[in-house]
């Protein structure tokens, strides 16, 4: 099972922007698990924001993201990104990197490892 851990979370004002990594503790270049980031706001569920197979040709985006996120990956440095711009309060949120053996399975957040999170405050 591989461990993923997050960065990258802080505090923001509206309109502003974050950038999110996820580093997988593989070997450099032996990360390929399809790969999602998930958030939870506060006193919220847990939500699929974006996912990413593995070589990064496919991405899934939520619907409230409206364009405004992309995720990436760079395979060489075993890192999942996750840009984030135009922020709003209501991106305020514990956000999470999870990996799995699919992009079905990793989306419905049913996959192998989880990170501890990263805080994401979005505040004037």
């Known amino acids: 099972q591989v461990q993923l851990v997050e960065s990258g979370g802080g505090l923001v004002q509206p309109g502003e922007s974050l950038k999110l990594s996820c580093q997988a503790s593989?070997?450099?270049?032996?990360?390929?698990?399809?790969t999602a980031w998930f958030r939870q706001p506060p006193g919220k569920e847990r939500e699929l924001v974006a996912a990413i197979n593995w070589n990064g040709l496919i991405t899934n985006y939520a619907e409230f993201v409206r364009d405004r996120f992309i995720i990436s990956r760079d395979n060489a440095k075993n890192i999942v990104y996750l840009q984030m711009n135009t922020l709003e309060p209501e991106d305020t949120a514990d956000y999470y990197c999870?990996?799995?053996?699919?992009?079905?399975?990793?989306?419905?957040?049913?996959?192998?490892?989880w990170g501890q999170g990263t805080q994401v405050t979005v505040s004037s």
């Open positions: 999870h990996s799995g053996e699919s992009l079905a399975v990793v989306r419905r957040g049913a996959g192998d490892s």
């Open positions: 593989a070997r450099p270049g032996s990360f390929y698990a399809d």
